[in-house]
């Protein structure tokens, strides 16, 4: 477990990984599929979300989501997160 752990801390592109298999497990194919985590950084998780609508959706929902993931890591990791939307063209 603690190998895992110091991956987790020391690595961006395992923690990248890890995130983004818990946040398709956590919460489902519906919200998987509109969105995608860039990265963690300092309990904050960044959030690509490709539709404005699905957006402010999540926003509304960040509460719930962060619990739904802070409770598949099995950790309180996730403090806020941080939507954005990719660029455009």
């Given at each position: 477990?603690?190998?895992?752990?110091?991956?987790?801390?020391?690595?961006p592109a395992a923690r990248r990984q890890v995130?983004?298999?818990t946040w398709k497990?956590?919460?489902g194919?519906?919200?998987g599929r509109r969105c995608r985590?860039?990265?963690?950084e300092e309990g904050v998780l960044t959030?690509?979300?490709?539709d404005p609508a699905w957006a402010a959706e999540l926003k509304a929902m960040s509460g719930d989501l962060i619990a739904k993931m802070n409770a598949a890591l099995g950790q309180r990791w996730i403090t806020r997160i941080e939507w954005v939307q990719p660029p455009k063209g």
């Amino acid at each position: 477990m603690g190998g895992i752990i110091r991956e987790w801390l020391e690595d961006p592109a395992a923690r990248r990984q890890v995130l983004e298999r818990t946040w398709k497990r956590a919460l489902g194919d519906a919200v998987g599929r509109r969105c995608r985590p860039l990265g963690f950084e300092e309990g904050v998780l960044t959030v690509e979300v490709t539709d404005p609508a699905w957006a402010a959706e999540l926003k509304a929902m960040s509460g719930d989501l962060i619990a739904k993931m802070n409770a598949a890591l099995g950790q309180r990791w996730i403090t806020r997160i941080e939507w954005v939307q990719p660029p455009k063209g």
